[in-house]
């Protein structure tokens, strides 16, 4: 096999669609915090796969599950039943205290479906004349690509010649309570929020926000329904980034590193008289609830709790905020974040930043042209977040 370069890139920019604009470094293998590419070079991830790699790169214990269940059964669909999606939901169950579930496969379908399920508790429950439901977004939110979601992007990249879009949402300012009251109809059924809107570059609501849109949600008998796809699953050193404020959303959608980066794996999380009204039928998926997934997804859930990492995103969060702070560059506009999920934003394009961390063996991913994301693995030590910040001092000079 030829370990050209330039042979992957002609190959990649001749048949694949060109949708992604990635860094010409081509990666062949990877273990914890770090990643190799094909000419042998080493980087520190600092992207962790948008958070879906919280566990780290190909952890052992994840090598075993996936190992065990490929050779065992891999895909029954839901017209029969396996063993591994009841136990799965024990474990979702244990870990997040809601008490019913529903399985999908990219972090999108789980926000399509809470977005389906918040319609139907709107009619069945709440007495929603048909066809009437609406369901309150904020700006700059990312929810994923699929049509429906991204008719209520505030994002003009993400919708320009996609239309015609899919009606019944209503977009507020994020971080504004008194925008989300005005905004509520005796249609509205939801209001579905980022706690913190990572895509958008990290940015953070104020204090007692997410208290305030649950109390306002309880008093006009909407749901609350919290996108912790990003933030969740100890990213932001909570196991969900909405419990800081002890809040308690009605519907809650995880996917990334709920299957610690080997399989794409996304469920609803929810209260049981929600999820209910989704009787046989009303919604589905061939690989959803797969043995395969949810065997991944029980093992990479264990691997947060055994080796603690939501404690430590909280603790090295910290160091790393106080040390990237420390910086002392004119570059720096604001350095922001919560546990491990943090937003460097600076006064130069984040792309040309990114390339030359690269060449100093740290990988990070511009977003929103002025902000680089600092959201390493969890399973990152001080010392490599030493090295980070090292690299990000070096090259800001
Ligand atoms: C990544 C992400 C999604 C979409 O997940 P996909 O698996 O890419 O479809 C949705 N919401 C948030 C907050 C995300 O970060």
Redesign the pocket.
Known sequence: MTKSVAHFLELESSFGAPNYLPLDIILERGEGTWVWDILGNKYLDCLAS???LNQGHCHPKLIKAVEAQAKTLSLTSRAFRNTELPLLYEILHRFSGKDMFLLM???????ETAIKIARRWGYRSKGVEKDKAEIIVCEN??????TT?ISFSSEETYKKDFGPFTPGFKIIPFGDPLALEKAITKNTVAFLV?PI???AGVLIPPDSYLKSVESICKKANILLIA?????GLGRTGERFCFERESVKPDLI?I??ALSGGYY?I?AVLGDKHILELMEPGSHGSTFGGNPFGCAIAKQALNILSEEDLISKSKELGIYALEKFRKIDSPLIKDVRGMGLLIGIELNVSARSICLKLAREGILCKDTHDTVIRFTPPLVITKQEIDFAVEGFRKVLK
């Open positions: 948008y958070s879906a496969n990219s972090g999108a379908e789980a926000v939110n990312f929810h994923g690509r699929t979601l980022e809107q990572a895509e996108d912790e796809i990003q933030t959608t996917g990334k794409p996304s």
